[in-house]
């Protein structure tokens, strides 16, 4: 399979140069950076940082003066580029990277035209433009894996919640349940990505999402030789004790059964944190037909649980 090319245009005046080095190394991952440019006045001393890095790292700068105090002209140059290089069609991708809200309409369009967009800047970068991309990164994470003495709390601005994360995944393993197939821990990272393209498990201070997974404690990680995936993590003792209290329940109820609304609100009234979606179920009368001994029969409009002898 041929190579990924990726279109890279830096926002000089929104970024620092300090991250040259993991910008170049992370979008490498992706394929081949067959343009790299970089837009800003270069007329201007507060880029005198970026000036010593642009030769080492072939990188081309575009001069964009900035006519009007106020208004940034480098966007309009990167936009006119970007659009440029979209119609010669000879890449398959772009990283735009910049720390500035005015590029979520023009990645938007990227998108629309069916190129990968990876958006890359620093954690003050509005939600917009992380939104807008396929993949967004924030650059002081990759200095983070670079310099492994960094801080990892200095990256936690506007990161999910770890419950957020948690409860996302565990609706995917409850839809694929659903269609009887199985949740791979590749299918679970592409997914967090497309829900949330800022999602990085190395902003959480990990380098593998498996390894960032088995902290959670609904979710468990379950190996089949060299495949991996995800999966509802049990607890079986309690839930031995509430099959058990369901069985009580409908066998009390004799031959005709008990409807299940019924039996539901009575184990719940036990047992107050029960989720049946905690057991891989998406409905209750489905949990309660995995329990042996125990049908569940329609009568009329209502369903009932009935015990049955093995």
């Known amino acids: 399979m041929d190579e990924q090319c990726y279109a890279l245009l830096i926002d000089a005046e929104n970024v620092s140069a300090k991250y040259i080095k993991p910008i170049l190394t992370e979008l490498s991952k992706y394929g081949v950076i067959t343009y790299k440019r970089i837009y800003g006045d270069w007329t201007s001393t507060q880029l005198s ?3 010593e890095k642009l030769l080492s790292n072939s990188i081309t700068p575009i001069q964009q003066f900035s006519y009007t105090q106020g208004k940034n002209a480098t966007d ?16 398959d991708g772009f990283c735009i990277v910049s720390s500035d809200s005015d590029f979520t309409r023009l990645v938007s369009r990227l998108r629309e035209s069916g190129k990968m967009v990876i958006g890359m800047g620093e954690n ?34 506007g990161r999910l919640s770890k419950e957020r994360i948690e409860d996302a995944i565990i609706e995917m393993i409850i839809e694929n349940l659903d269609s009887n197939k199985g949740t ?32 959670f404690p609904r979710i468990q990680l379950v190996k089949h030789g060299h495949i991996v995936s995800v999966a509802l993590k049990e607890d079986r003792d309690t839930k031995a004790m509430i099959d058990a209290h369901v069985v009580s329940l409908v066998k009390k109820a004799g031959k005709d059964g008990i409807e299940l609304s019924t039996l539901g ?8 944190g029960f989720k049946y979606s905690d057991y891989g179920y998406a409905q209750f009368n489905q949990y309660v037909k995995s329990i042996a001994h125990i049908r569940v029969e329609q009568d009329g409009t209502i369903l009932k649980a009935k015990y049955q002898k093995s």
């Open 49 to 51: 940082g970026w000036k």
């Open 184 to 215: 791979g821990l590749g299918e679970v990272g592409s997914r967090l990505v497309s829900l949330y393209p800022d999602f990085d498990v190395r902003s959480y201070g990990y380098n593998m999402l498996s390894k960032f997974l088995e902290e």
């Open 265 to 272: 609100n009575k184990v719940y009234e036990k047992y107050k």
């Open 124 to 157: 003050k970068t509005p939600e917009p433009f992380r939104k807008a991309c396929d993949k967004f990164t924030i650059l002081e994470n990759l200095m983070t894996e670079q310099e492994p003495g960094t801080s990892k709390s200095e990256n936690n601005h």
């Open 76 to 91: 309009s140059a990167m936009i006119i580029d970007a659009m440029d290089i979209l119609y010669t069609n000879d890449v």
